[in-house]
Structures are given as structure tokens and as C-alpha cells.
């Protein structure tokens, strides 16, 4: 019989353990946080019986952004990711991601905006 070493804190890959699901609106303070007061519109949003697991926003391009992805217009889209299994796939983490899309709707770049670590938000952004 074999048996698991004590954990010391220090375990790199410690056991996963059950995640708390973000609410409606903590999500929705989320995305306002990282949109700084802009108005958006809701793309889609999908749940199941334990909550959101996919919530799409976009929003015009500010004058920066433009100038970051070299483009005169645009929009930013936000996405919020449930860690899964759910209907839209088996994501291993909760995440709120962006990508930048150009006038013609074509995507231009993107990143992660925020992630749920050990049930608190880190946010890159």
C-alpha cells in the first residue's frame, strides 16, 4: 500500500480542490472593473443549473487600443469561462480573456484579463 507524502505547502501541483462559481453579479463587477465605466453589450450568455459558465461583452475601441492593435476602429470583446466540464467545453480554469477585432470583424490580438486562483481574482489589466 502506498501513501501520499504530508503536504508542505511548498507541493508546486497541489490537489485541486472543489471551486467556488463566480455569481452574476460579481462577474458583471468583473467586467465592469476591467471596462472602466464603458457602456457594453451582452454577445451571449449561457449557464446551467450551477451558474454562468460563458458570458460574452464587447465594446468600442477606445483611442488607445486602437493604437495599440495599429487599427482607426474596433472592438474589444470580453469572455468569462467557467472552469468546466460544461456544455461549452472542459476549461481547467476560470477566466475572463479579450480579444480585439478590426472594423471588418476580423480578430487582431487578445489576452487574459483575469483568472480565479484559489477562489480570488488575479487580474492582468
Request: proline letters at 9%; charged letters at 30%.
Amino acid at each position: 500500500m502506498f501513501e501520499k507524502p504530508p503536504k508542505t505547502g511548498l507541493d508546486p501541483s497541489p490537489e485541486p480542490g472543489p471551486e467556488r462559481i463566480p455569481t452574476e453579479i460579481e462577474i458583471k463587477e468583473h467586467f465592469d472593473r476591467l471596462l472602466e465605466g464603458r457602456e457594453y453589450i451582452d454577445r451571449r450568455k449561457l449557464e446551467d443549473e450551477q451558474g454562468i459558465y460563458l458570458w460574452e461583452v464587447t465594446t468600442i475601441l477606445t483611442p488607445e487600443e486602437c493604437a495599440t492593435i495599429e487599427e482607426s476602429e474596433g472592438t474589444k470583446e470580453y469572455t468569462y469561462t467557467r472552469k468546466g466540464p460544461h456544455a461549452a467545453g472542459n476549461p481547467i480554469q476560470t477566466t475572463i480573456n479579450f480579444s480585439y477585432y478590426d472594423a471588418a470583424g476580423m480578430p487582431v490580438g487578445g489576452g487574459s484579463a483575469a483568472q480565479l486562483i484559489n477562489g480570488t481574482w488575479k487580474f492582468f489589466e
